[in-house]
């Protein structure tokens, strides 16, 4: 059976290092804030969806009373020659009435038009709409008010027919828009049924004669609803949070492939592991373990993560069904399944692959390592170290005599030598996060502060010095404003 996998044609896999800020900005404000922007466009866009879908249902009923009206208009209108015509068209406006139970229109759903009281009947529309047929009319005054009227009715249906179009262009667009990102709730996966071949048992008499019959994975599929498939409900993505699986689930990654009786098990004592949010997790392991060189680990983690994912996607029974199919001998599904690992497998250890080269390539340029490192940001100043010292009776330099003496002794030192270099030397060396909270006591402590720069100008370095920092200043103002 073949599977279309050009979904994951437009699937970008990276990570963070490759955003750019600027200096005076911190990086993980930056990224919580843009992934809160993507968070909110996408809920606006999904929003704005629902509500055009829900005003087109709204004005398919509209259509479809004025069309009634008009045809029961266009019936009498031979009537209308001899008879009154408001009282044929009184007529005609009762024949058009529907029943009392397709007179509300539809439900809103949450969130459309919530801050506006519930549309009106259809009854009470169509009387809105006959109200302003008969003030134009009574504007215009015709000669043959029956046929004015339909004509007049005639435009209002246009009007409204020349709407729905512009909400279905709108909706066109916005649904493009909405394809174009990829996210978990627009992935699916084909692995639904398989097709086999069995031959009826001949009788005596009878000639033999085979049966060919599609067997459904999922019992639950219909080909004429193939939707009804698909699971009810699904959990919203919280684009706030890093994916990471849980303490179970990276158990769960740790079994074997070809153990399909302990994985079978695992899944028994531990159900919850069948959410999406789990199998994105066990991907990750797999990505994680690529770029650290562990093809075997990524191989097996892509076949534990796409196992829960054809478990949840098969419905109710999709655990006892997939077990069953994928141990079965010669059993197509396995084909199916083996070639959807391999290829996911495949696309992440290629883009691990150009990841590590250009992590390798930004190592040469001296660029590959992240650090936290002290500077002046603005010329002409520089940063004083100031210790406080042992003994003081002011509170301040107390709390800062407190925080001093917590930090490592190559801290200590680095610190003691009024060298900015040094500590930065000693920074260079921890971690980003370690880093972050020394630079943070040490602002607490009041230790470094930011000072003018002296600088000697009779002398030939301090002239030379002068000089440089003006030709900073000139390409920090030609970076903020090229023009």
């Known amino acids: ?251 769960f990654a740790q079994i074997k492939p070809t153990d399909y009786r302990e994985s079978h098990a695992f899944i028994g004592s531990h159900p919850h592991i069948l959410s999406e949010k789990e199998t994105d997790g066990i991907l990750v392991m797999a990505f994680d373990a690529q770029l650290e060189g562990k093809d075997d680990f990524a191989r097996q983690c892509v076949h534990q993560a796409l196992l829960l994912q054809y478990c949840r996607a098969l419905g109710k029974d999709g655990v006892a069904l997939f077990f069953k199919r994928i141990t079965t001998k010669g059993h197509q599904a396995q084909d199916v399944f083996y070639k959807d690992v391999q290829d996911t497998y495949y696309r992440i250890k290629n883009r691990a692959a150009e990841i590590n080269a250009q992590r390798a390539a930004e190592g040469e340029s001296g660029g590959g390592v992240e650090q936290i490192q002290l500077h002046a940001v603005e010329p002409g100043t520089e940063i004083k170290i100031k210790i406080p010292p042992e003994k003081s009776e002011d509170e301040a330099e107390k709390r800062g005599r407190e925080i001093f003496n917590g930090f490592s002794q190559d801290m200590q030192k680095a610190l003691e030598s009024g060298s900015l270099d040094k500590v930065n030397e000693v920074l260079g060396k921890m971690k980003v996060e370690d880093a972050e909270e020394v630079v943070g006591l040490l602002g607490e402590a009041g230790i470094l502060s930011v000072e003018e720069q002296i600088i000697d100008a009779t002398t030939e370095e301090g002239q030379k010095h002068l000089k440089e920092m003006e030709e900073q200043a000139a390409l920090e103002s030609y970076a903020d404003d090229p023009e």
Request: aromatic share 4%; charged share 35%.
């Open 1 to 251: 059976m073949p599977v279309d996998y050009s979904k994951w044609d437009a699937l970008e896999l990276s990570d963070d290092s490759d955003i750019e800020v600027h200096p005076n900005v911190d990086k993980r404000s930056f990224i919580r804030a843009k992934q809160n922007q993507i968070h909110m466009e996408r809920q606006q866009r999904k929003l704005q969806i629902e509500t055009l879908k829900y005003e087109r249902q709204v004005n398919d009923g509209l259509i479809k009373r004025i069309s009634n009206l008009l045809n029961a208009l266009k019936a009498h209108a031979a009537d209308a020659e001899t008879r009154n015509p408001g009282e044929v068209a009184f007529q005609a406006v009762m024949e058009s009435v529907g029943s009392p139970e397709e007179d509300k229109p539809p439900a809103r759903p949450e969130g459309v038009h919530a801050q506006e009281e519930q549309p009106p009947s259809y009854t009470k529309m169509m009387a809105t709409l006959l109200d302003q047929v008969n003030k134009e009319l009574d504007q215009k005054k015709p000669e043959n008010r029956y046929n004015a009227m339909m004509e007049e009715i005639g435009v209002h249906l246009k009007k409204v027919q020349d709407l729905q179009q512009d909400l279905l262009k709108k909706l066109a667009e916005l649904e493009k828009e909405e394809s174009r990102k990829i996210t978990s709730e627009s992935i699916h996966t084909g692995f639904n049924s398989s097709h086999i071949s069995k031959s009826t048992p001949s009788t005596s008499g009878s000639k033999k004669a085979d049966d060919t019959k599609v067997e459904l994975l999922n019992p639950n599929f219909s080909l004429s609803k193939p939707d009804e498939s698909k699971p009810s409900t699904t959990e919203d993505d919280d684009d706030d949070k890093e994916i990471e699986a849980s303490p179970d689930a990276k158990k």
